[in-house]
Nanobody
């Protein structure tokens, strides 16, 4: 059983920064991909950024140059540093852990609200 616990997020003005953390616990395969997804009201969940256990990253075009994903494999923790936030970044952000299968695990979600 794998559990993902998210922290961070909250309310910030446009142009500000926030940081999300996701700590994974349980039976975690060494080779995996951790990522952040988001879902705005009335919209489908979309991928924001992913990072492999080897450190390779991918970003949605909408966040490139503003968001940075990183991870600490020793702590089984992933981070999402969000800079230059825009009102359109407002959403519930979900942490994801994907292992071979594929098998997906999800966090409970954290609200990020960017005011204009």
């Amino acid at each position: 059983q794998v559990q993902l616990v998210e922290s961070g997020g909250g309310l910030v003005q446009a142009g500000g920064s926030l940081r999300l953390s996701c700590a994974a616990s349980g039976s975690i395969l060494r080779i995996n991909v951790m990522g952040w997804y988001r879902q705005a009201p009335g919209k489908q969940r979309e991928v924001v950024a992913t990072i492999t256990s080897g450190g390779s990253t991918n970003y949605a075009d909408s966040v490139k140059g503003r968001f940075t994903i990183s991870r600490d494999n020793a702590k089984n923790t992933a981070y999402l540093q969000m800079d230059s936030l825009k009102p359109e970044d407002t959403a519930v952000y979900y942490c994801n852990l994907r292992v071979v299968g594929p098998l997906d695990y999800w966090g409970q979600g954290k609200q990020v609200t960017v005011s204009s």
